[in-house]
């Protein structure tokens, strides 16, 4: 959801002013009011509900500061005399403390304008938690909106809101072990060498809902980041049914080792058998190695649903595969290394669920994933992370 091809954080008031320009009116997914929601019930209610009602529908924005008349922007006023860091903070706890769930991604910004106003600017995904619920003041109220603005959701309607939400998430994890289960037994887009594997999944949430289909056409110039795990180029490049594959071989060889699957619909599947000693030494994974590859390789997914204009939520979730017995040595110590070794053969951990800025690093994400690594091999986390939480493999 962008406002003329642009994320919501670089938003200026030449974006704002286009708005006006070229007629954009109120609907189902913008909507402009000229003051923000004072301390009143009544105004924190509407607020709420104005909030709710995108998140329970298709999201949007509200843009606080432009006049309108019958739906139409007019006029950037801004608001005037605020704090812009106050106001945003105000809204923020209210939204935090009288919506429940809590409204996954959503986001605040205060854009300046000349005049030295400032717009206040809400963006409210399609939320995955759906539906939202208004609590303000005791209440239990549920809004949804149409082209004619927000209303209230009768018993039938809240139903089946409550239906498809969990429909949706069923279908992603669902689509995620039909994958796990066309990978162990070798039902890949190319077949790839026998043995322990690796695969990382990013899921978006929109992918399974909405039929929607991207045009991957313009990747056949920027092909380098849908390079494969721990392929940083040099992979091979064909579109197929499902989307676009790239894939590696071996130097010298016909054997085919990683090859990463980006669907019509946003989702990327990448599985890797590089990951892993060599046979000859004892069977072992050089987390450093492995840990350092995964987030080199998510960072590259993030690349792609930029480029494709994917906003989160997204599922990220690993796999291990064939594992069981292989030791997990800390740093570069192999010889006589006899210890932290998994207890299985196959990891499917629990994913991790990306609901805010994608900008978060992939390190910080990945690393509940991590850990669910090193626990199966009997340590508490994984070694590589500061105090800080930094990915530190030192």
Sequence with gaps: MLIHGK???????????????????????????????????????????DISSFANSAGGYVFYG??????????????????????????????????????????????PLKNSNHIIAIKTPRSWASPHMVTFAGGSRFFARNSSGKYPLDIFEL?????????????????HLDRLGKIISGETPVKIVDGPKVALHLIPVSALGTGIQYDLKEFQISREILAPIYEDYGSSFRFNFDGVLTYKKYPRSETLVSYLQLFRNGIIESVTTTLFGPDERPPIIMMYLFENRLIEALGRFFKITE??????????MLSLFNVKG???????????????????????IPEVLVDEDIKLAPHTILRPLFDAVWNAAGQPQSPYYDANGNWNPK
Excluded: C, M
Excluded at 309 to 314: A, F, Q, R, T, Y
């Design 307 to 316: 480029k494709l204009e994917i906003e989160p939520p997204h599922f990220i």
């Design 326 to 348: 292989y030791k997990l040595p800390i740093g570069s110590r192999i010889v006589g290394f006899d210890a932290n070794i998994i207890d299985r053969n196959d990891l499917i």
């Design 66 to 111: 432009i006049s309108e008349d019958n739906g139409l922007p007019i006029e950037l006023v801004g608001l005037k005399d605020i704090n812009p860091d106050d106001q945003k903070l105000r809204l923020e706890n209210l939204l935090r403390d009288a919506i429940a769930p809590r409204i996954p991604g959503l986001a605040i910004e205060a854009i």
């Design 7 to 49: 994320p919501f954080d670089e938003i200026v008031e030449k974006d704002l002013r286009a708005l006006i320009d070229d007629g954009v009116a109120e609907g189902k997914q913008i909507e402009y009011k000229l003051s923000l929601p004072n301390n009143s019930d009544k105004d924190k209610k509407e607020f709420l509900a």
């Design 159 to 175: 139903r089946a809101a409550f239906a498809a939400s969990t429909f949706e998430t069923d279908r992603i994890r669902n689509f």
